[in-house]
């Protein structure tokens, strides 16, 4: 999934391998600065499940928001979901129903906020919450265990690496290292693991909600580098 076009006359195309070629068909056309930060996942039909976030412009003021995409119901439909600046991240619950991670961006302040946040379908509405208040960069990444516990990685305001779970029905949050974008997958036990990129690629195992390993340098060259786990 992903945007073409300049400006304005962005188009989404949907792309997929059908075991002998690629297929590419067109969404639609998005009215603003077009979609930017496209996040991907499957439900367990095949049905395509989309986060993205645009940018547009009301009297000379900049806006920017989270939406979600799917064809679910047979074609692509579209949902407005929240302020939202940058990164997105998306997940699907064992019942089918999407997870997003975000950054919500407060912008009725002259000094606008933008802070972790979560959104998920629980089968008939949105329901929306706080990570952090510490402030984030653009970019996040979003797991979900067997329980549909979500499990988070994101950069703050100081360039920290953070991970953060939901624990007790409240977020959690703890220090992994410094660094900047980072991935975050689970292994076969739930437990956390985070690559991250720090001057070059390093990667940290978290053994529970208090106790990160020692990271481990994964002597990838140096740069400012996107990075992903699987």
Known sequence: FYGAGQFSNTAFWYTHWNGTEWLK?????????GGEYFSVAMDNNDNVHVSFTDGFEIQGYSYSRLHYLTNKG??????????????????????????????????????????????????????????????????????????????????????????????????????VASGGDSSIDLDNLGSPHISY??????????????????????NASSGDSYVSLT
């Open 74 to 175: 047979g074609s692509f439909v579209e949902q407005d979901i929240s302020d939202a600046r940058g990164g997105t991240s998306i997940n699907i619950d064992s019942n089918g129903n999407p997870a997003i991670a975000y950054n919500y961006y407060q912008q009725e302040t002259l000094t606008p906020i933008i802070n972790p946040a979560y959104v998920k379908w629980d089968g008939s509405m949105w329901i929306y919450s706080n990570i952090s208040d510490e402030g984030s960069t653009e970019n996040l990444a979003l797991a979900l265990d067997a329980n549909n516990v979500p499990h988070i990685s994101y950069t703050n305001n100081s360039g920290e690496i953070k991970y953060a779970t939901i624990h007790g029905g409240s977020w959690t949050t703890e220090t």
């Open 197 to 218: 990129h720090s001057g070059n690629t390093k990667y940290a195992k978290i053994h529970d909600a208090t106790h990160p390993s020692e990271p481990q340098n994964l």
């Open 25 to 33: 068909s067109k969404i639609s056309y998005y009215i603003g600065t």
